[in-house]
């Protein structure tokens, strides 16, 4: 790997880091601006499942996040793929895993990635799957982060599973806010 590369796949981590709501290097954590989180309308939201009241889960997570690949730098743009893996603890438990497309731009804090990343959990006591969409986006160090359940991507007792997740760094540790709502179970003969 090359001076150049090395560099590049160091800066795509450090946009990947940031924008997954991920403390870096201690300089670059000085600097960073608090980060909003913005929710979608239409059928991706918690409202749009009126069968089912609207529940918050908390808990912590870590997350584990690798190039996949080099970066391809362009006019001053610099394209990566990461791989992602996460433990989820608390209210929401098991794992994700999924990729991150990020942008890199030559402006100091300003980025954007896409995501896409499958959970396989237990949820109100409930098991199955679902998919995260993540969109974020960094304009000079001010973050916006909006990451919401893919609609009819719910499998096994989380099907209709319909929510938006807020991350929160504290002191080094990942803690989630995942706002979400379920459709009644049936019951067999019901």
């Known amino acids: 790997m090359t001076a150049r590369n090395r560099s590049n796949t160091a800066a795509l981590l450090l946009a990947a880091f940031a924008f997954a709501g991920l403390e870096c290097s201690p300089a670059y954590a000085q600097e960073k601006k608090p980060m909003s989180q913005t929710t979608s309308t239409g059928s991706a939201t918690p409202a749009a499942n009126t069968a089912s009241q609207l529940q918050v889960a908390r808990g912590t997570f870590t997350v584990d996040i690798k190039p996949a690949g080099e970066g391809a730098a362009a006019d001053g743009v610099t394209l990566g793929r990461m791989s992602l893996n996460k433990k989820f603890e608390g209210d929401l438990l098991g794992t994700g895993a999924g990729e991150m497309l990020t942008a890199l731009t030559s402006v100091k804090g300003s980025a954007g990635y896409v995501a896409i990343e499958r959970v396989t959990a237990k949820l109100a006591g409930r098991s199955g799957s679902f998919v995260f ?3 974020g986006t960094m304009n000079h160090g001010a973050q916006q982060l909006s990451i919401t359940v893919v609609p009819d991507s719910g499998t096994g007792e989380l099907q209709g599973i319909a929510g938006t997740f807020q991350i929160d760094i504290r ?4 803690f ?3 706002e979400y709502s379920l459709p009644a179970l049936t019951r067999a003969g019901q």
């Open 176 to 178: 989630y806010a995942f």
């Open 133 to 135: 969409q993540h969109t």
């Open 171 to 174: 002191d080094g540790k990942h």
